[in-house]
């Protein structure tokens, strides 16, 4: 694996669209041979299981079965886009991964860290990412900010305790693992890009 990985973390609302445009923005302006994917989704069979996953009207969905569905479209996502894609020494930036599984589905629904490393044992041990942004803003000031919930997404209608829950389990995941760094997200969109410019370039991972 000669590319670098790098992930893209945050609650509902966080501002990763926009940051993930500005950096590439930027990237492109340097000539930066990469590509810019999205979990659940990024080829044809990941993006039909991200459908099911966010459709609103599975409001009767169980916890194991999401978290399973997220494992198989991760699965199909890493061999299909981002392993051929590393493999040929690409800068691989991913909005999501494993991270997401492990807050969402194993702090917030509560299924446990260890359900969600057993399923996506794979990417943990194969691929994990050289860093991970985390967006930090609660869930409080991103719903604010966007105003409000999307209605036609399951995951955003979870309620604020949900995503209170989920933003406990993106700190927990910074304090455990150092691949994770939390980037304040109070200034200005352009101040929060240019944070995430400078903490990849002091990583090694763009210049």
């Known amino acids: 694996m000669n590319g670098k990985f790098v992930t893209f973390e945050g609650c509902e609302g966080s501002g990763k669209s926009t940051q993930l445009r500005l950096l590439s923005e930027y990237l492109k302006e340097r000539g930066t041979d990469f590509i810019l994917t999205r979990e659940p989704g990024g080829g044809e069979i990941s993006e039909e299981i991200r ?4 459709n609103g009207k599975y409001t009767d969905m169980f916890d194991e079965c999401e ?16 392993i051929p894609a590393l493999n040929a020494g690409k800068l691989v930036i991913c909005d999501r991964y494993v991270d997401s599984s492990l807050a969402y589905q194993g702090y917030a629904r509560g299924l446990g860290a260890e359900f969600i490393k ?6 943990l041990q194969k691929y994990s990412p ?3 942004v985390f967006l930090d803003i609660p869930p409080s000031a991103a ?3 966007k105003h409000g ?16 829950k989920v933003y406990a389990g993106y700190r927990a995941l910074v304090a455990e693992y150092p691949r994770i760094c939390a980037v304040d997200c109070g200034g200005t969109k352009f101040q929060t890009a240019e944070n995430i410019k400078k903490l990849l370039i002091s990583k090694g991972v763009i210049d």
């Open 143 to 145: 719903f604010e900010r």
């Open 130 to 132: 050289d860093v991970t």
């Open 67 to 82: 978290a399973l569905l997220y494992a198989a479209a991760r699965i199909q996502h890493l061999k299909e886009i981002i």
């Open 149 to 164: 919930a999307d209605e036609d997404d399951r995951m955003e209608q979870q309620g604020i305790s949900f995503h209170e």
């Open 118 to 123: 057993s399923i996506n044992s794979y990417a």
């Open 51 to 54: 459908k099911i996953i966010l």
